[in-house]
């Protein structure tokens, strides 16, 4: 017979053990982040101090490495100009695209919902496709087509189009070009999951009703559709803004995203403190939108019971 | 039935256009004899043989399998624990934080995962490598296996779980012979998603290896970086098709898992 006392510690371990792992891989590293990012930079290892160790330390050393946490890091992030122009050009960027994004998305998703029903798995399964083939095949695939010697600039120049190759390759329309290429179906999908539960006779009685087929659109449709391009905007938005891949293989020296400054930070100068201070400016910057865009999603479940 | 406009004609195949063609070119240009990206000089399958022979780019693949099945295994099992968690063990102590802690990582800027799993790993003084880049995937892509796992266990008929724990069935088992069937087609599609995040994934890994483990995107970026070569395209050909393949089969293996349930759930609903 089953032990009423040992069931009831299985479930109990179902909820703690993914709860404990999720607190030591995500909750404690995101307090490591803050700590180091009011650390000072050395020429150690680690490279940033102070390294706080309770057990060596004792009471009073501890409180003296206390007093020595410093907001330097995030000083700079408003005096050097570096910073905040990665920022605001991320967020340009980011927002652009999602713009843009916005436009090419939006009639293929209605394509998709005005398709025969029977094609409709098939077309979804489509736009799924490419984004289970490597991110970084998607972006390098680019790169052969828009470099200088690029099949682009080959086809361009043998219509007659230029004369001579134009660079397009690290330049900030390539950024767009991969962040609209990459993040396409985060746009698709939520755009044609709302535009497919769509009521038809909504259209019909408006143009029954005297509107014409584009004015229905605008005044119905549209309208209708806002959660899904609210969600799709936000899915697009901000993986887009932390990017890293894209501005560095398709971007120039010019091209400055704070996913890339936070790598060169790391990488390139070994400046941790700096990188975990750009780090979790970055987080505040980004907790607005994840905020609007998860109450977005609890209001479509809601509206869904 | 409805017949497509010719404006949403022209906006599916523009819009397939540019989803597939640079995926196309990238697998034709694979073939080509030359080193040039743009110039064809015939075909030729020699981009594929110095795949095989680069020690290097094999080493990598190994790796990066390892670490994928590894960590999608783990990642699965955890995953599923938490949407069961989520969707079944109502409002427990510490909920709010369990949800935000699961669904944050989903939309997290992957600098920053990397970034803060490395702090981790060097103020426990762990020797970094291998290890680390599996706990480092098992972290975020559990978080992904819990949303789809999630998803299914909130669709589904609880009563048949409370016919079976009424008839006697411990929860334990109730999960096994009851729930884990029913939710499987979900619990599999989770590890492959978890499976082909990990092996996708470039930032996390970069942040979180050490010496040794280079894993293929590593690889790949590094070789990017320094220019385009034919070797690259060949073996990102080759990833395509192996992604291309799975996904068709899982597919086809839903698709027939979920016929195959509709005709149980009719067959119960029909019985006297």
Redesign the interface.
């Known amino acids: 017979m089953a032990n009423p006392f040992q069931a009831q510690n299985r479930r109990w371990m179902v909820t703690a053990i993914p709860y404990l792992w999720m607190v030591v891989f995500f909750l404690v590293p995101f307090f490591i982040v803050l700590k180091i990012s009011f650390s000072n930079s050395e020429i150690a290892q680690p490279p940033y101090s102070p390294v706080f160790d309770f057990l060596i330390d004792g009471w009073d050393e501890t409180l003296d490495k206390l007093a020595s946490l410093t907001t330097d890091n995030y000083l700079r992030l408003i005096q050097d100009s570096i910073y905040s122009s990665s920022y605001l050009s991320s967020l340009w960027i980011a927002g652009s695209s999602t713009a843009m994004m916005l436009f090419i998305a939006y009639p293929i998703a209605y394509g998709m919902a005005r398709a025969p029903k029977s094609w409709r798995p098939t077309l979804v399964m489509m736009v799924i496709l490419p984004f289970w083939t490597s991110f970084l095949i998607r972006v390098y695939a680019w790169i052969a087509i828009l470099s200088e010697e690029g099949l682009l600039n080959s086809a361009l120049t043998w219509l007659g189009v230029i004369d001579e190759p134009i660079q397009i390759l690290s330049t900030n329309t390539a950024v767009y070009i991969g962040i609209l290429y990459s993040y396409l179906p985060f746009m698709v999908l939520p755009l044609y999951s709302n535009l497919e539960k769509m009521d038809d006779s909504l259209i019909e009685a408006a143009k029954d009703l005297g509107c014409t087929q584009i004015g229905a659109f605008w005044r119905v449709t549209f309208p209708l559709s806002l959660p899904g391009v609210i969600a799709g905007c936000f899915l697009v938005f901000i993986p887009a803004v932390g990017e890293f891949v894209i501005p560095d293989l398709l971007g120039g020296s010019d091209t400055i995203m704070i996913g890339k400054t936070m790598w060169e930070e790391f990488f390139n100068n070994r400046d941790w403190p700096a990188a975990s201070g750009v780090a979790i400016a970055l987080l505040i910057i980004l907790m607005i939108p994840i905020m609007i865009f998860q109450t977005n999603e609890a209001r479509q479940q809601e509206a869904g019971r | 039935?409805?017949r497509?406009?010719l404006?949403?004609?022209v906006?599916?195949t523009l819009?397939?256009t540019?989803?597939?063609l640079?995926?196309v070119?990238?697998v034709i240009?694979s073939f080509n004899a030359g080193r040039?990206?743009?110039?064809w000089g015939g075909w030729s399958t020699k981009w594929y043989g110095s795949v095989f022979e680069s020690q290097q780019l094999l080493d990598a693949a190994w790796i990066t399998l390892e670490v994928g099945v590894l960590s999608a295994s783990v990642a699965t099992i955890?995953?599923t624990?938490?949407a069961?968690?989520l969707a079944r063990?109502g409002r427990?102590h510490?909920r709010t934080l369990?949800s935000a802690?699961?669904?944050?990582?989903l939309?997290m800027?992957?600098?920053?995962t990397g970034?803060?799993?490395l702090?981790?790993f060097?103020?426990l003084n762990m020797d970094r490598g291998f290890w680390t880049i599996v706990?480092?995937h098992?972290?975020f892509t559990?978080c992904f296996v819990?949303v789809v796992v999630q998803s299914r266990l909130s669709s589904f008929d609880r009563s048949i779980e409370e016919a079976a724990l009424d008839l006697g069935c411990?929860?334990?088992m109730t999960f096994f012979r009851i729930t884990l069937p029913i939710i499987l087609p979900a619990v599999i599609s989770a590890w492959m998603l978890a499976f082909?995040l990990s092996?996708?994934d470039?930032?996390i890994a970069?942040?979180t290896t050490g010496p040794g483990a280079t894993t293929l995107?590593m690889k790949?970026?590094s070789d990017?970086?320094l220019g385009?070569k034919p070797e690259?395209?060949a073996i990102?050909s080759l990833?395509?098709a192996v992604?291309?393949i799975a996904?068709v089969i899982a597919?086809v293996l839903t698709k027939h898992q979920e016929v195959e349930r509709e005709r149980a759930e009719r067959l119960a609903a029909n019985a006297p």
Request: charged share 5%.
């Open positions: 039935m409805k497509l406009s404006f949403n004609v906006s599916l819009g397939f540019f989803l597939y640079p995926i070119l990238l240009y040039s990206v743009a110039v955890l995953g624990m938490a069961i968690a063990h427990f510490g369990f802690m699961v669904y944050a990582p939309v800027p992957e600098v920053i970034l803060s799993l702090l981790l060097v103020a706990l480092s098992i972290t559990m819990a411990t929860p334990f082909t092996l996708d470039l930032v970069s942040f995107p790949i970026y990017v970086r385009v690259i395209n990102c990833m395509v992604v291309t996904v597919s």
